[in-house]
Antibody
Framework: EVQLVQSGAEVKKPGESLKISCKGS????????IGWVRQMPGKGLEWMGI????????RYSPSFQGQVTISADKSISTASLQWSSLKASDTAMYYC?????????????WGQGTLVTVSS | SYELTQPPSVSVSPGQTARITCSGD??????AYWYQQKPGQAPVLVIC???ERPSGIPERFSGSSSGTTVTLTISGVQAEDEADYYC???????????FGGGTKLTVL
């Protein structure tokens, strides 16, 4: 069974750093792109970027380039999303998701989401 | 940056047909995908490659494409279909993906 299990909810202060994770199982992690999607409170889905754990090839949405870092550790089948200095506007639910195939541009499996709250 | 445009809301009575549109300049070149999201849950894929229905998705869900607009159709809407629906596609190069703003489907 394909599963993406994300790390738990986080509460942080502005300026702090954070790394959240997404562990894949039930499939060959290095053969699938893993993406990240932001959903701010009461708002829609936003595509942040995507990584191929096989070779760490990474693409960022222009809106998120330089704001976050996407990485992957194929030895533990885990993708990560990190911030070096959080802002209140980073408060959101973050989902990881698996790209269905290398030739189609969509996600077929999603993690349960990680809620990040940034507040002083 | 590339954008997909959806109506913010659609309302239908049970048993009626709901149609949700999504417009984008690159849609003639790139497939569109539709996700359903219910409150407190992760999105679920309901239509892929404009009109294909993934395994386990009810037959009342269908998709179509015409030029720069794609349409999600839900025939015989049921109360359980009340949710937010998002289209998703990629820019003309296929490098950057994008979601539409989402449409809240209300079953009256």
């Amino acid at each position: 069974e394909v599963q993406l299990v994300q790390s738990g909810a986080e509460v942080k202060k502005p300026g702090e750093s954070l790394k959240i994770s997404c562990k894949g199982s039930g499939f060959t992690f290095t053969n699938y792109w893993i993406g990240w999607v932001r959903q701010m409170p009461g708002k829609g889905l936003e595509w942040m970027g995507i990584i191929y754990p096989g070779d760490s090839d990474t693409r960022y949405s222009p809106s998120f380039q330089g704001q976050v870092t996407i990485s992957a550790d194929k030895s533990i089948s885990t993708a990560s999303l990190q911030w070096s200095s959080l802002k209140a506007s980073d408060t959101a639910m973050y989902y990881c998701a698996r790209r269905a195939t290398v030739t189609t541009n969509h996600f077929d499996y999603w993690g349960q989401g990680t809620l990040v709250t940034v507040s002083s | 940056s590339y954008e997909l445009t959806q109506p913010p809301s659609v309302s239908v009575s049970p048993g009626q047909t709901a149609r949700i549109t999504c417009s984008g300049d690159a849609l003639p070149k790139q497939y569109a995908y539709w996700y359903q999201q219910k409150p407190g849950q992760a999105p679920v894929l309901v239509i892929c490659k404009d009109s294909e229905r993934p395994s386990g998705i009810p037959e009342r869900f269908s998709g179509s494409s015409s030029g720069t607009t794609v349409t999600l159709t839900i025939s015989g809407v049921q109360a359980e279909d009340e949710a937010d629906y998002y289209c998703q596609s990629a820019d003309s190069s296929g490098t950057y993906w994008v979601f539409g703003g989402g449409t809240k489907l209300t079953v009256l």
